[in-house]
């Protein structure tokens, strides 16, 4: 059974109780037992919707702050990772399997937030694939393969670094928007 079915059947149940001891133990006139049965009537409906609102918004709550720690989470590792890169500690090897792996995680996330939360224009897959772009497509990048050891240019650093910015602000777009659905 579920808690909306058990709320209403026991809902009406101590109704029930509550109008028959009250007839039986105080005399009342019939129009004075209508006014009393609808009072205790909008008592039991109030506590119901108050009950079942309260569930709703719990849960949407649950679901919304999933995905905000989640986008925390993409954006603490993406912070270490650009960290590592501009501090030239990263091997081409290893950027090409992070991106691999960093592009389903956020695959994933716009996925369940398009399904789940039906929001829509979400950006920061395709701030990635820039980032993505800007790296591999690099001749430092290109050049590095063989070396194992991956260097950036100060043009490649400045590009890097705004790319990187503008995904940020996807990301606290997306926080926004899951806030607001």
């Not at 709320?7 to 129009?31: A, E, F, K, N």
């Not at 004075?32 to 119901?48: A, K, P, R």
């Not at 920061?124 to 690099?138: A, D, F, G, V, Y």
Request: net charge positive; glycine share 4%.
């Amino acid at each position: 059974m579920r808690v909306k079915e058990f709320i209403y059947i026991t809902s009406g149940v101590i109704l029930g109780i509550l109008i028959h001891t009250l007839v039986d133990l105080i005399p009342l006139d019939s129009p004075e037992i209508v006014e009393l049965s609808g009072i205790l009537v909008n008592v039991i409906l109030g506590i119901i919707i108050v009950i079942l609102v309260q569930k709703k918004l719990s849960d949407e709550r649950g679901i919304k702050d999933y995905f905000i720690t989640e986008i925390g989470e993409i954006k603490t590792e993406y912070n270490k990772f650009i960290n590592k890169i501009l501090f030239n500690k990263n091997d081409p090897q290893f950027i090409l399997e992070w991106f691999k792996t960093m592009s389903m995680r956020i695959q994933q996330l716009e996925y369940f937030l398009k399904d789940e939360l039906k929001i829509k224009n979400l950006d920061n897959q395709s701030s990635n694939r820039r980032i993505h772009k800007i790296l591999t497509n690099s001749e430092e990048f290109n050049e590095s393969i063989s070396k194992r050891k991956f260097e950036i240019s100060v043009e490649l650093n400045n590009e890097l670094t705004n790319q990187y910015k503008d995904f940020k602000h996807s990301l606290v777009r997306t926080i926004v928007k899951i806030n607001r659905a």
